[in-house]
């Protein structure tokens, strides 16, 4: 991979045809190493918010062992990647296929389920040759929280809820020696109260199973940083999982997970893209909802923009951006603050796009072309970078 000292730099050397993609290793060095430092538990890195192996590599020479699978492909990538990696399989449905090819060949001992008929399988799909039970299953139950302090939900596709969850937690634990209850509070939680609401759900259910519990997995939803969202600081997310934690009747050495994808990540990577054409306050740019920019025209999220042309020299002005696609939805509606003076030819640095960006490219109309740069800047916006003085009072961040 080429180096450059930023985006401005690798805009003058290469003006480039197609979208380049930017990566900065130290960036998420340094959120591998906040999450490893300072999380009262183990991170487990959620690897579909970005799969590439340079990241994975990162965050394991950074601190990180753990890895929250959810396919068998990205059970084999890992594997390939980092064999000494240890991999839970957190999807909670499975094909019986992917779970024997996963605890049979790649040493997974950790699976979720949120279901009886899910819990049959992965017991059937892990027996051995002569068909005994296997018994160093690491079991894990997914519970259905509210997604409600979250900018996007995932609260209603899997989980179970509290009327089910203890008739499972009891049948589970016969099958394991290793039971643990996880949850997914929804991507980019803005408020750590959403983690104090989900735990008090887990008391309600494991109080009820009366079943000893092993481990305790927050999930993901940390958030980033983002133009009008910008997130208290970890550190009072992690210091309220810990307290509520603590008070759960649970095992006395049970363990404490988490399952970061998007905070490990989204500062990794920022995007180059090119001004094809320009229709008033629309412009025309070669990256869109089937690239890297998905979340920006399908969820309407905002990402921070800047010109990356000396001689833009106007005030700012609201653009929406077209992508490359001939299909009408491949819109960004923004709006996306940029020079009034830009044009055609110009470029657009477009940042935070490490987490559900460049995972997200497809080759739909032949634009799926991107190539790859390793640059030294800061990420657009951070919440690693010590710009915070006083993490426990001061909810600001910085935004360049
Ligand atoms: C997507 C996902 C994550 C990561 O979520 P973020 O919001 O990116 O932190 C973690 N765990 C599970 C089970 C997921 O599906």
């Not at 990180?64 to 240890?86: N, Y």
Request: with cysteine; hydrophobic share 45%.
């Amino acid at each position: 991979m080429q180096h450059f000292p930023d985006a401005q730099a690798v805009v003058r050397a290469l003006r480039p045809e197609e979208p380049v993609i930017l990566n900065r290793p130290h960036a998420a060095a340094r959120a591998a190493r906040f999450f490893v430092e300072k999380f009262p538990g183990k991170s487990l890195y959620a690897v579909k918010a970005n799969p590439s192996p340079e990241l994975l590599q990162i965050l394991w020479d950074n601190g990180v062992t753990h890895f929250d699978v959810a396919s068998i492909a990205e059970v084999r990538l890992v594997r390939a990647t980092l064999p000494g990696a240890t991999l839970c399989f957190m999807h909670p449905v499975k094909s019986p296929g992917a779970i024997r090819e996963a605890y049979h060949s790649h040493g997974v001992k950790t699976f979720s389920l949120d279901s009886v008929e899910e819990m049959e399988k992965i017991v059937e799909a892990c027996r051995d040759q002569d068909g005994n039970a296997a018994t160093d299953l690491r079991l894990c139950i997914r519970l259905r929280v509210s997604s409600e302090h979250a900018a996007l939900s995932l609260a209603a596709k899997f989980g179970c809820d509290l009327t089910e969850a203890p008739a499972l937690l009891q049948q589970t634990r016969q099958h394991c020696d290793w039971l643990g209850v996880c949850f997914h509070v929804g991507s980019q939680a803005m408020s750590p109260f959403a983690y104090v609401q989900a735990i008090d759900r887990v008391r309600a259910a494991i109080a009820e199973a009366s079943v000893v519990i092993d481990m305790i997995d927050v999930g993901g939803g940390f958030p980033s940083v983002y133009p009008g969202m910008e997130p208290p600081p970890l550190e009072d997310y992690f210091k309220i999982i810990h307290q509520h934690f603590y008070a759960l009747p649970i095992a006395y050495n049970a363990e404490l997970w988490c399952e970061p994808g998007r905070a490990l990540c989204a500062e990794y990577s920022s995007l180059v893209v090119k001004v094809e054409k320009r229709r008033g306050e629309e412009l025309y740019i070669n990256d869109g909802a089937y690239g890297a920019l998905f979340d920006a025209a399908h969820v309407d999220w905002k990402f921070p923009v800047r010109a990356l042309e000396d001689d833009l020299i106007k005030p700012v002005m609201d653009f929406a951006f077209y992508g490359p696609t001939c299909d009408d939805a491949d819109y960004m509606p923004g709006p996306f603050a940029l020079p009034e003076d830009i044009q055609a030819g110009d470029y657009i640095e477009i940042g935070m796009l490490g987490a559900y960006g460049a995972a997200m490219k497809t080759d739909f109309n032949g634009f799926g072309a991107a190539e790859r740069i390793i640059v030294q800047d800061e990420p657009m916006a951070s919440l690693y970078d010590g710009s915070r003085t006083r993490p426990e009072a001061d909810n600001v961040v910085s935004l360049r």
